[in-house]
């Protein structure tokens, strides 16, 4: 048995940056769900909805993560 210690390195190093990328990318997500703007003069208890831009932005992190997960499980079932 001959294992191709450059290939099975070349996995190992595109599936962890991969990973690394996805989970920080859905990190980028989840902030942006949950930041919450300051309102003048309001005490910080006050729930607020994320503004305009946060959840556009997290909401593309998202379509971005569901894109990467589906292009996954295209190759694995393609094959």
């Known amino acids: ?9 070349q996995v190992f190093g595109v599936s962890l940056v991969v990973t690394v990328g996805l989970v920080g990318l859905f990190t980028v997500g989840i902030v942006g769900v949950s ?6 003069g309001a005490p910080a208890t ?3 909805a994320p503004a305009a ?8 992190a998202f379509a ?11 190759l694995i079932v393609a094959a």
Not at 1 to 9: E, N, S
Not at 35 to 40: Q, V
Not at 53 to 60: E, I, N, P, S, V
């Open 35 to 40: 930041r919450k703007p300051a309102a003048e």
């Open 64 to 74: 971005l993560c569901a894109a990467a997960v589906a292009y996954g499980i295209y």
């Open 1 to 9: 048995m001959h294992i191709d210690w450059a290939a099975l390195g």
């Open 46 to 48: 006050t729930p607020t």
């Open 53 to 60: 831009g946060a959840r556009a932005g997290a909401l593309a």
